[in-house]
């Protein structure tokens, strides 16, 4: 909140920029794309990507694109990937450009609109997947038309692929291409549109995001057992009081701080907007090695302090079996967010110093496998970032470009895993005070998508030679 309130402040005084004109041609192929995914069912329970993947590859067809640059390919039909290409003069090694088909699950009666219904509504579209992430797949494939169209002929080959099951399940679809299809995906660095966006509030803009880097996604199991007895008889030794204990020692302890270069970057820009306590806290925080006064006030941001540490958390409790027995079980699901470059088996111990107690034992969920946590930063390469600034600047003068750590997780992940740099970059504007991915009715704005369209338009055309 403590970060939203400086930002606001710093940019109040920004002008609003002008609504994109809406019937561009551009605009319109964007939008109906969107519309006709939108209205494609393809949650992991119900839904198929492979229909998604289908009706993009036959607008792609439409377009001109020969049936050898387009591949649908998957483990079953319902989970099937998009990968598409754009031949190039072979100077330089491919890009590759990503977003996910797959959405998370959207109950009717949860919503006020049909989620899986497109609506235009008070300049904004409203659906399952507007903002996470199926406005990045129309905007890529809007995009790859618009090429197309215009002949061009890049320096390097640009390759589109749109994956499933980025949101759950086991058929994760760049995973299964890197194992079965490695050349249709493999290029110099990927830009991956589900990771930064132009961060507005109230809307203004604030800056515009470089994802190089995400956390590491580690569930884990905190439980005490017990041989339990009857209620009216209580011992010393309660299972329930047991892991309470635990989760109190686990709840007054901080991950130490640790600052690579982009995360130093990003506090960097976010200390300029700020005044008074703060500001000196975040110049405190980096300084080598950092003050504890300072670093004791920025970690009472949840925004800052995410960025300064890795963090482990309670969110689910079970204990007992009868309102009148001891309890002959307790156990937490505690879930951890590991910063890149931090060892998951070392944080795992961690948490076994501090809670110091044999009778918890501690595992890990069988979904969040430790040996497939973390995946490493991604180098900030100048091209990148100078381009990103360049479009930025000529799309939204004076937002500057910041590098940023997702707190969540990407497909990136799994491709700097594989050894390919990734960068989150989409330039489509989310409200920080509005985030509604995953939740009730998800929408983006059309301007938003319209200049996003724009924004990823110039930038892959400033990486790939005009």
Same mark, same amino acid.
């Given at each position: ?33 969107? =519309?006709?995914? +939108? ?24 377009? $001109?694109?020969?049936?050898? @640059? +387009?591949? !649908?390919?998957?483990? =079953? ?122 961060? +507005? ?19 884990? +199991?905190?439980? #005490? ?11 010393? =030794? ?29 506090? &960097?820009?976010?200390?300029? $907007? ?24 920025? %970690? ?29 079980? #307790? ?6 967010? !590991? ?12 948490? &076994?110093?501090?809670? @110091? ?12 496998? !430790? ?34 750590? %997702? ?40 301007? #938003?998508?319209?200049?996003? &369209? ?13």
């Amino acid at each position: 909140m403590l970060l939203r309130i400086f930002w606001a402040a710093l940019f109040t005084g920004a002008a609003a920029l002008a609504q994109q004109d809406a019937t561009k041609p551009e605009d319109a192929m964007v939008r109906d794309i969107l =519309r006709e995914l +939108i209205e494609t069912n393809t949650t992991h329970s119900t839904g198929s990507t492979g229909a998604a993947a289908e009706k993009m590859a036959a607008r792609l067809k439409a377009a $001109g694109f020969p049936a050898a @640059d +387009i591949e !649908i390919a998957g483990p =079953r039909p319902e989970r099937n990937n998009l990968v598409a290409r754009i031949h190039g003069t072979g100077q330089r090694r491919p890009i590759l450009l990503i977003a996910h088909l797959d959405v998370v699950e959207a109950n009717r009666e949860d919503w006020t609109t049909d989620p899986f219904q497109f609506v235009e509504k008070d300049g904004y579209f409203y659906g399952r997947g507007t903002s996470d992430i199926k406005d990045g797949d129309a905007v890529l494939v809007a995009n790859f038309i618009r090429w197309r169209k215009e002949g061009y002929k890049p320096d390097r080959d640009l390759i589109l692929a749109l994956t499933a099951d980025e949101e759950g399940g086991t058929e994760n679809g760049i995973a299964w291409l890197l194992a079965n299809h490695r050349p249709l995906i493999d290029a110099e660095y990927c830009i991956n549109l589900d990771g930064g966006g132009l961060e +507005i509030k109230g809307g203004k803009k604030l800056l515009n995001e470089v994802q190089y880097s995400e956390k590491g996604f580690l569930t884990l +199991i905190l439980e #005490a057992k017990d041989k339990g007895g009857h209620s009216s008889v209580p011992r010393k =030794r309660n299972a329930i009081y047991e892991l309470a204990r635990a989760l109190l020692l686990l709840d007054h302890y901080d991950f130490p701080v640790m600052l690579d270069a982009g995360r130093r970057e990003y506090l &960097r820009a976010v200390q300029s $907007g700020m005044q008074g306590e703060m500001a000196n806290a975040v110049a405190g925080v980096l300084e080598n090695p950092p003050v504890p006064t300072a670093v004791r006030l920025v %970690s009472m941001a949840p925004d800052l302090n995410a960025v300064l540490r890795t963090t482990c958390v309670a969110t689910m409790v079970q204990a007992g079996h009868a309102e009148n027995a001891l309890p002959q079980s #307790a156990r937490a699901t505690v879930n951890c967010r !590991i910063l890149p470059g931090q060892d998951p088996q070392d944080v795992v111990r961690t948490l &076994r110093r501090v809670i @110091d107690d044999s009778a918890i034992s501690i595992t890990t969920a069988s979904d969040s496998p !430790i040996d497939d946590v973390g995946s490493p930063p991604s180098p900030l390469n100048p091209e990148v970032m100078k381009a990103t600034k360049d479009v930025t600047e000529a799309i939204w003068p004076g937002v500057p470009v910041v590098p940023v750590m %997702s707190r969540g997780a990407t497909d990136g992940r799994t491709l700097r895993r594989a050894g390919m740099p990734v960068y989150g970059i989409s330039g489509i504007a989310e409200d920080q005070d509005d985030i509604r991915a995953h939740g009730k009715d998800e929408r983006v704005g059309a301007t #938003a998508l319209f200049e996003g &369209r724009e924004f990823v338009y110039r930038l892959v055309k400033a990486l790939a030679g005009q």
